[in-house]
């Protein structure tokens, strides 16, 4: 009994040490005396106009933190900044897929790559067939990578720097060029571009048993005027191109013609090394979206 007497009373002191001492609530007049404003309060909102306000601050997810808005436009900005794949299939089977990313909207700076990627046969009939459209042979998978950058000019000498890197590592074959770029207006509305180009090509050769591999470079300058006539919508191009494999200037001579929207023809004379002349005519077709 004496035990049992002790535990009880231990408990009931444990009991009353934990439970807080009970208050009685207050009364309705105290707590409106309590919430009453003051009338020497400043007005908060005073000179602001509610329509002006930017409730969107408000749209965050309580949990997160996060504003949904602001979400969805980083991920738009990020799509629209990301990689562009295109893909065109050729006639002997394989596809040629481009990929590009846009790398400084300052001076205009992408990077990509230009493949063609061969399609594996999975039957006899496809591989008979793609044979038979590349003359006995497969086709094979192959690509490049470049770089693009345009920088303004400067002042009044030229107005834009173009400048272009191409590798090719199956083909051992490197690019890299830079154009100046003159725009002045005539008359009415005819204007006159000039434009000088220089260029670096470098191709190298495989070593093969007794004979050592080598690289060869060529280097190149072209020299172009056009003259644009946008209400008729006819250009022409004239040119001279130098180089060190041909060792003298060789001219060309150009025009174009949109004949609707999207739609041009395109005619030109050149020379060759050789002496001849290099006359082709073209019409093409252009869509952007």
């Not at 409730?55 to 965050?60: D, G, K, T």
């Not at 690509?143 to 400067?154: N, V």
């Not at 199956?170 to 509305?189: C, F, N, Q, R």
């Not at 060869?216 to 001279?240: F, H, L, M, P, W």
């Amino acid at each position: 009994m004496l035990v049992a007497a002790f535990i009880l009373g231990s408990a009931l002191t444990l009991q009353a040490q934990i439970i807080p001492p009970f208050s009685s609530p207050a009364s309705d007049d105290e707590t409106e005396a309590a919430e009453a404003p003051d009338v020497n309060d400043p007005d908060l909102m005073k000179g602001i106009d509610v329509d002006k306000l930017d409730w969107s601050q408000l749209a965050v997810d309580a949990g997160t933190g996060i504003d949904p808005m602001a979400a969805k436009k980083r991920a738009q900005a990020a799509a629209r900044e990301g990689l562009d794949w295109s893909s065109n299939p050729n006639a002997n089977g394989s596809s040629a897929v481009t990929v590009k990313q846009s790398v400084s909207s300052f001076w205009d700076t992408r990077i990509g790559a230009d493949m063609t990627l061969a399609n594996e046969p999975r039957t006899m009939s496809e591989l008979l067939a793609q044979k038979a459209t590349n003359g006995g042979n497969l086709p094979q998978s192959s690509g490049s990578a470049w770089a693009t950058a345009t920088a303004p000019g400067a002042g009044a000498i030229w107005d834009k720097t173009a400048v272009e890197a191409r590798v090719d590592p199956g083909a051992e074959h490197s690019k890299i060029g830079a154009s100046l770029t003159k725009s002045v207006p005539l008359s009415g509305d005819t204007s006159l571009t000039l434009q000088n180009g220089y260029s670096v090509n470098q191709q190298g050769t495989s070593a093969v048993p007794g004979i050592g591999g080598h690289v060869t470079r060529n280097y190149e300058t072209d020299q172009s005027a056009k003259v644009t006539v946008t209400d008729t919508g006819t250009s022409i191009v004239a040119g001279q191109t130098l180089s060190t494999t041909d060792d003298k200037w060789l001219r060309k001579l150009g025009a174009e013609q949109k004949l609707f929207d999207n739609v041009t023809v395109s005619g030109s004379v050149g020379e060759t090394p050789q002496g001849t002349l290099n006359k082709s005519v073209t019409a093409g077709f252009k869509k952007s979206w």
